[in-house]
């Protein structure tokens, strides 16, 4: 089973910024995506951005389109996700998540077949 660990989270004033990492230690990736999603209190699982491994293909929610990065790293294992211009609904607990797909329009959690254990964002206003 693929385990996958974050980084990175924290507590951040609007308007300020976050880099989130996500890494699976012992594990090669060539094909498949990483996602990443948030969940606040009292409210469902959302997606937030998806990449490919093979190409870099990148995919985002519309209320992070502009403001968020995801990237990765092939040599290191590693998908970041860059926070800019954060904003106090963006507080949550963050969690990447590892598909065999490659396709990265499907947002549902359930194509997605492992998890990290999540990393708490915070955005004071």
């Known amino acids: 089973q693929v385990q996958l660990v974050e980084s990175g989270g924290g507590l951040v004033q609007a308007g300020g910024s976050l880099r989130l990492s996500c890494t699976a230690p012992?594990?090669?990736?060539?094909?498949?995506?990483m996602g990443w999603f948030r969940q606040a209190p009292g409210k469902e699982r959302e997606f937030v951005a998806a990449i490919r491994w093979s190409d870099g293909g990148t995919y985002y929610a519309d209320s992070v389109k502009g403001r968020f990065t995801i990237s990765r790293d092939n040599a290191k294992n590693t998908v970041y996700l860059q926070m800019n211009s954060l904003k106090p609904e963006d507080t949550a607990v963050y969690y990447c998540a590892g598909s065999p797909y490659g396709s990265i329009w499907n947002t549902s959690p359930l194509r997605y077949s492992y998890w990290g254990q999540g990393t708490q964002v915070t955005v004071s206003s």
């Open positions: 012992g594990r090669t990736f060539s094909t498949g995506s």
